[in-house]
């Protein structure tokens, strides 16, 4: 895990949002009713996500009926009838996926035999179609199917009726297993919401909740997009509990430089654990230098978790009960010299690290996942924090980039 491209490194504060982007991570309403994790898809990132999917074979399982797959769509959002809508353009299987003819967010509007008429100007194929698929989510399934759809063919082609036919594609999204390594059996279940053209993710571990409604229809969606900045194209919220599960999950020990001059040592951190509130976040563990571990809090507050303490506690002096007044003095000298060298190492990260907000980054060490039988890695760029009540948040930049089979 990479962080800030700043020459400062917010080491300790910043692993403490490792799990709030695991899955691929404002502000937020918290309360007891909030999920584990939430991540919304802003409408800036759906053209990124709808690209990485296809092309999807969506040949119906009929005998005799054509085999056809989608290469194109652009995505519409929330339908008013419920769920969401693309608007596509379907080839024949045989026919290459390259050139997919472009499409824009005013083909939504536009009449679908117009766009077909005009996709096939474009295409290098003898027949395609124009087709409206509708998205609608219900526990535990994302289902794809043709609401509707106009053909277009060249001189001597046909393009076949595929209205009436059982054209679905479905992603079960129950039981999912996302993280690696120590965390590769936690199962996940995943409810999915549309909200205008963004697409809201709430994570839960498997069969704990039977109805996840509630959940999509509140209205922290529109909340966390409101307060999102401008450049944001995901935002990501886990619960201090859910976040501090994954900690201990992984067990993870992290090294974070030492920001005194001349000094060229790393410290570990370790055992990390977080707990906030509204505007303030404290992420604790153990802090080992010199084969010596610490006690340490790196206390956060603010809009965007600025660093506003760092405290270092050495261990509590023991064997100073020397029957020899000499040896008795030496050691409680050298416990009173430690508890001294952790004062001032604590206020020389704080003078360093103060004001820095907390980010983490997934840099050069994307993010990989797997979903409807495909392979996928994510990048997130960390643009703000935010904690309130038992959650906190970071919005950020994703990239999503499918991994083509070997």
């Known amino acids: 895990m990479a962080y800030s491209s700043a ?24 309360n007891a009713g909030s999920p584990p994790l939430r991540v919304i898809l ?54 290459p996926a ?21 996709a096939l100007a474009a ?21 794809l199917n043709l609401a509707d759809s106009a053909g277009a063919a060249r001189a001597g ?7 009436g036919l059982p054209i679905v594609h479905e992603y079960p999204t129950s039981n999912l297993h996302f993280l690696t390594g120590p965390g590769a059996n936690a199962a996940f279940d995943v409810a999915v919401g549309f909200r205008d053209r963004a697409v809201d993710l709430v994570a839960f571990p498997s069969r704990q909740i039977a109805d996840p409604s509630p959940y999509l229809a509140d209205s922290e969606t529109a909340a966390m997009l409101a307060a ?51 505007r303030t976040m404290t992420a604790s563990g153990k802090l080992e ?51 001294g060298s952790a004062g001032a190492l604590a206020n020389a990260l704080t003078n360093y690290y103060g004001g820095q907000p907390l980010h983490v980054s997934t840099r050069d060490r994307p993010l990989a996942f797997s979903f409807g039988g495909s392979d996928y890695l994510a990048t997130f760029d960390a643009l703000k924090a935010g904690s309130t009540g038992d959650v906190l948040s970071e919005d950020g930049r994703a990239r999503i980039r499918r991994v083509a089979p070997p």
Not at 7 to 29: D, G, N, S
Not at 105 to 118: G, T
Not at 300 to 314: E, H, K, R
């Open 98 to 118: 390259a050139p997919a003819p472009p499409l824009a967010s005013a083909d939504c509007s536009q009449p679908l035999d117009a766009v077909a008429k005009r």
């Open 289 to 339: 230098w010199q084969s010596i571990a610490y006690d340490a809090a790196v206390r956060c507050a603010g809009d965007d978790l600025a660093v506003s303490q760092i405290t270092i506690d050495a261990p509590a002096a023991s064997g100073c009960a020397q029957d020899d007044l000499l040896e008795r003095m030496r050691c409680q000298g050298s416990a009173l010299a430690m508890n």
């Open 7 to 30: 020459p400062r490194y917010l080491h300790a504060c910043a692993i403490a949002a490792l799990a709030a982007i695991i899955f691929a991570a404002a502000a937020t309403r918290a």
């Open 228 to 278: 999102a900045p401008a450049a944001a194209n995901v935002i990501a919220a886990a619960t201090y509990p859910f976040i501090n599960q994954i900690l201990r999950l992984y067990g993870a020990a992290f090294p974070i430089p030492i920001p005194i001059q001349g000094v060229n040592q790393t410290m570990t951190a370790s055992d990390l654990a977080v707990s906030g509130g509204d």
């Open 42 to 95: 802003t409408p800036a990132l759906m053209p990124d996500v709808v690209a990485q999917a296809l092309p999807i074979d969506f040949s119906a399982a009929a005998a005799g009926a054509p085999a056809v797959k989608l290469v194109a769509a652009v995505w519409c959002g929330a339908a008013a009838s419920g769920g969401a809508d693309a608007i596509g353009v379907v080839f024949p299987n045989d026919a």
């Open 157 to 163: 082609a046909s393009a076949p009726d595929l209205l």
């Open 123 to 143: 295409a290098a194929t003898p027949w395609l179609e124009a087709v409206r698929v509708h998205a609608l989510w219900r526990p535990w399934r994302l289902r």
